[in-house]
């Protein structure tokens, strides 16, 4: 007895594997845009081989900074960009638009009041637990504003960088899969992995890391897009190797304007990790994630959210 096959079976099956209702799936676009992200490193990273030997220096210079920064922006706009066009939608919907109201002030008050305000008190807490000493001025004239503002402008390409890559894109489309909050914790975790390989991370700077992480993500839930998360990643970096001269995950800035010292327990001071390796960090910002969303929360829905509809 002979059992009919439906015509078009095969294809209807390898149609559902890849596409749903609104298009390819999420999996196998962010598949794509990791792909082109990665093709587009490795270029330019082999070019900029060709031009200065890699270096294993953990001292950090402003002006490569900038340029390793900008070219990473770069990759992860640019394979964004080849990604809205295949699937037909705005790059603000990635979660830096540009022409919404207020975005500069937003970041003005991620970078003061959510970066560089808390570091400021954490430190001030080490402090008074004994364990970090100011110090005095490192840096003196003219050298204090070229390196403030070659620092400023290096961290804010950092923020942007970092952020738009596992909260930009990735997290709009990992969520159209998981999820948001699923989706921010998968990420938030790669994002405490990648701090992994800093030079002498601690466990506990691993886990501060993707406390901050979901902070970022709590930011961009609440206010619809990254430039409140991208000011406190700024504001919080600049402060670190900039401002009070303290090591930025394992890696000391050149050019900074204070000589600080840390003394006690690793674990409380942070040791060679700075700040982010200190127990202190990670209550404050745990603390900072509840201080957000009580005052954030009653604000109006965010606009530009990722879909939370799973495939």
Same mark, same amino acid.
């Given at each position: 007895?002979?059992?009919?096959?439906?015509?078009?079976?095969?294809?209807?099956?390898?149609?559902?594997?890849?596409?749903?209702?609104?298009?390819?799936?999420?999996?196998? +676009?962010?598949?794509?845009?990791?792909? @082109?992200?990665? $093709? *587009? #490193?490795? /270029?330019?990273?082999?070019?900029?081989? =060709?031009?200065?030997?890699?270096?294993?220096?953990?001292?950090?210079?402003?002006?490569?900074?900038?340029?390793?920064?900008?070219?990473?922006?770069?990759?992860?706009?640019?394979?964004?960009?080849?990604?809205?066009?295949?699937?037909?939608?705005?790059?603000?919907?990635?979660?830096?638009?540009?022409?919404?109201?207020?975005?500069?002030?937003?970041?003005?008050?991620?970078?003061?009041?959510?970066?560089?305000?808390?570091?400021?008190?954490?430190?001030?807490?080490?402090?008074?637990?004994?364990?970090?000493?100011?110090?005095?001025?490192?840096?003196?004239?003219?050298?204090?504003? +070229?390196?403030?503002?070659?620092?400023? @402008?290096?961290? $804010? *390409? #950092?923020? /942007?960088?970092?952020?738009?890559?596992? =909260?930009?894109?990735?997290?709009?489309?990992?969520?159209?899969?998981?999820?948001?909050?699923?989706?921010?914790?998968?990420?938030?975790?790669?994002?405490?992995?990648?701090?992994?390989?800093?030079?002498?991370?601690?466990?506990?700077?691993?886990?501060?890391?993707?406390?901050?992480?979901?902070?970022?993500?709590?930011?961009?839930?609440?206010?619809?897009?990254?430039?409140?998360?991208?000011?406190?990643?700024?504001?919080?970096?600049?402060?670190?190797?900039?401002?009070?001269?303290?090591?930025?995950?394992?890696?000391?800035?050149?050019?900074?304007?204070?000589?600080?010292?840390?003394?006690?327990?690793?674990?409380?001071?942070?040791?060679?990790?700075?700040?982010?390796?200190?127990?202190?960090?990670?209550?404050?910002?745990?603390?900072?994630?509840?201080?957000?969303?009580?005052?954030?929360?009653?604000?109006?829905?965010?606009?530009?959210?990722?879909?939370?509809?799973?495939?």
């Amino acid at each position: 007895m002979e059992t009919d096959t439906a015509p078009g079976g095969s294809s209807s099956l390898l149609n559902t594997a890849f596409f749903n209702d609104r298009g390819l799936r999420a999996g196998w +676009r962010l598949l794509i845009y990791i792909s @082109i992200v990665v $093709a *587009l #490193v490795q /270029l330019l990273s082999f070019l900029a081989s =060709r031009v200065r030997p890699p270096s294993h220096n953990t001292v950090l210079g402003p002006g490569i900074q900038i340029i390793i920064e900008a070219i990473a922006l770069l990759c992860f706009l640019l394979a964004a960009y080849i990604m809205s066009l295949i699937e037909r939608r705005s790059m603000r919907e990635y979660g830096l638009p540009l022409r919404r109201q207020h975005v500069l002030r937003r970041f003005i008050v991620g970078y003061i009041f959510w970066g560089f305000l808390p570091l400021t008190i954490c430190l001030a807490v080490m402090h008074q637990l004994h364990v970090f000493e100011f110090g005095g001025l490192a840096l003196h004239g003219a050298d204090i504003a +070229r390196f403030g503002l070659e620092w400023m @402008i290096g961290f $804010a *390409l #950092v923020g /942007l960088a970092e952020e738009f890559l596992l =909260r930009g894109y990735a997290l709009y489309t990992l969520s159209d899969g998981l999820g948001f909050w699923p989706a921010a914790i998968i990420l938030a975790a790669l994002f405490g992995f990648g701090h992994s390989f800093n030079p002498g991370e601690t466990r506990i700077g691993l886990v501060g890391t993707v406390v901050f992480a979901l902070f970022a993500s709590v930011a961009l839930r609440l206010t619809g897009n990254l430039w409140l998360a991208v000011g406190a990643h700024a504001g919080w970096d600049w402060g670190q190797s900039f401002f009070y001269g303290v090591p930025d995950s394992g890696m000391v800035a050149q050019g900074h304007l204070l000589a600080p010292s840390f003394h006690g327990p690793v674990w409380l001071s942070g040791g060679t990790v700075g700040p982010e390796g200190s127990l202190v960090t990670l209550v404050l910002w745990s603390l900072m994630i509840v201080v957000f969303v009580i005052i954030y929360r009653r604000r109006r829905p965010a606009l530009i959210v990722v879909a939370e509809t799973k495939t």
